[in-house]
């Protein structure tokens, strides 16, 4: 009576040969899967697949037909499987790659991961903040400087943070 709702393939599984044992293994002890985005292989899917069978009639040259049928039945219900869990993994890869060429494009752009990124604005913001805010060289007050300055409170802050750390 066990089920387990996944949003899609990927979620169960990023390897696609992992993925179709972990599927068989939890279908073999009966429990049941439900895939949101992928619904064409929920349990219940591939068991009517599998458990669709065509009667032999007695004939044994339509018999022999009727068992490769049968047969065709649950190779196809296990490629859709197996498909998803492949597409799965190929879009994860994909993604990856794609993550790999963003990095290398922002990084010879000249940016860099894990870096704070320094604007000729914020350098501009912070040199005001020096000369105008009292916990600097300035007579101002936090208000009154991010008020003249013309940014945010937050950003205000987070420069003057940088500042005095900067001042240990």
Known sequence: GDVIIFD????????????????????????ELIFLKESYINTEVYKSATQQTIN??????????????????????EK????????????????????????????LNGKQKGKKLTTKKSIEAKEKIKKLNKAFDGSLNNKDTWTLIGISEMTFYKYKNELLAEKK
């Open 56 to 77: 032999t009639t007695g004939n044994d040259i339509a018999d022999i037909y009727i068992e490769a049928t049968n047969k065709v039945i649950k190779l196809l219900a």
């Open 80 to 107: 859709q499987i197996i498909k998803a869990f492949e597409q799965a993994e190929k879009e994860v890869k994909d993604l990856q790659e794609r993550t790999k060429e963003g990095i290398e494009t922002a990084r």
């Open 8 to 31: 899609s393939v990927s979620r169960m599984s990023r390897n696609a040969a992992e993925g179709v044992e972990m599927y068989m293994d939890l279908f073999n002890k009966g429990i």
